[in-house]
């Protein structure tokens, strides 16, 4: 830090990414990507002669690749915003929604939520979750400020019901209610098709988890136009070519390859079910996760020790060292090869 540096900044946390080792030799399950390339054609619309368009800048507006998304969510592209991976819409959108009143969100969640608060000094209303990391749906009520929930939650998998999340929404309508759906490819249900019934509810979702494009940066918000202009406001205050040319091409590509990535979810879906009671019986407990990854403890293997004993080993996993769920790690699902050889080297380490 210099001595330059802002006060305010001096106090900010930032956000610590899983491990990307940058040698092959792990089996990596602790980023939730996935583990499947992205669709064929993704792979063709970034060949050919589109390298050497990048002497071009982007389209700002993103006029392509919006259309290809409102598509397929059923919506007009007025709906749409798109930005360099979902966590810079969540930055634009605790900038836009959080300063005035505050954000609520729960205790165990996506770390990120934290750091944008701090980052735009919003006051952050924690929420603690209950024993068995559900929500207190009473805590939610009217809280007068934006609220802010993963669905599926992260690091935890569970998912809220659409009319869970409609009950929320209802006694908020004065702020936004974003949903942050990582995950919600995995088997949760999305708000985007409830967009319409009011202007508050915003949908945000990303390339990174359940479309095969972590490296490529994309994410989407839809919601009502005002919003989508709030976002674009920000968005062309501070960087109006926010997404590269390849990666709006590629999105649009994989947008449209609809059948190709509903398999590979059900794959890794099919794993997920697998692997969750594999752990069961080899006497973890594991939350009930609709997403890509499970979570999982052991009475008998404090969680930094799994963490570090499947490092060891070649297994790359996430550790959380905060409180509540210091003895979890997180498990991305990758093939299912990947997920027998997990399963084979923890029965080892535990028999
Ligand atoms: C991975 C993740 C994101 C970030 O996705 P990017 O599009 O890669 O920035 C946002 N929210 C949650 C809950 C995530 O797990």
Redesign the pocket.
């Known amino acids: 830090m210099s001595k330059f540096l802002s006060r305010q900044l001096e106090s900010v946390s930032p956000y610590t990414p899983g491990e990307q080792p940058q040698d092959k030799g792990y089996i990596k399950l602790n980023t939730?990507e996935s583990p499947y390339p992205p669709s064929p054609a993704v792979l063709q619309a970034i060949q050919s002669g589109e390298v050497e368009n990048l002497r071009l800048y982007s389209d700002p507006e993103a006029r392509r690749l919006k259309s290809a998304i409102a598509q397929v969510y059923q919506v007009a592209p007025e709906w749409v915003f798109v930005g360099n991976?979902?966590?810079e819409i969540?930055n634009f959108a605790f900038q836009a929604y959080g300063k005035d009143d505050g954000v609520a969100f729960p205790d165990i969640t996506?770390g990120f939520y934290q750091v944008f608060a701090d980052f735009h000094a919003i006051q952050a209303q924690v929420i603690p979750l209950q024993e068995n990391f559900s929500i207190d749906f009473q805590e939610y009520e009217g809280l007068g400020k934006m609220v802010c929930l993963?669905n599926p939650n992260?690091p935890t998998g569970i998912a809220l019901t659409p009319s869970q999340i409609e009950r929320i929404v209802q006694t908020n309508l004065d702020h936004v209610v974003l949903i942050?759906e990582?995950?919600v490819d995995f088997g949760a249900e999305s708000v985007v098709p409830l967009t319409q019934c009011d202007d508050s509810r915003l949908g945000v979702q990303?390339y990174?988890?359940s479309r095969s494009m972590?490296g490529a940066r994309l994410?989407f918000a839809i919601g009502n136009p005002q919003l989508i202009s709030d976002l674009m406001r920000i968005q062309f205050s501070t960087n109006p070519y926010n997404v590269n040319r390849l990666t709006l091409l590629a999105g649009e590509a994989a947008v449209l390859s609809g059948d190709y990535y509903q398999k590979m979810c059900q794959e890794i879906v099919k794993s997920r079910t697998w692997t969750a009671l594999s752990l069961k019986n080899l006497g973890f407990s594991v939350t009930d996760s609709q997403a890509n990854f499970v979570f999982a403890r052991h009475d008998k293997l404090p969680g930094d020790k799994l963490y570090m004993e499947l490092k060891k080993r070649g297994i790359l996993v996430r550790h959380f060292p905060v409180p509540r769920i210091s003895n979890y790690n997180r498990i991305t699902i990758g093939t299912q090869k990947e997920m027998e050889t997990l399963v084979a080297v923890l029965q080892e380490m535990i028999l």
Do not use: F, V, W
């Open positions: 939730n991976g979902s966590d969540l996506y993963a992260a942050d990582a995950y990303t990174s988890k972590a994410g």
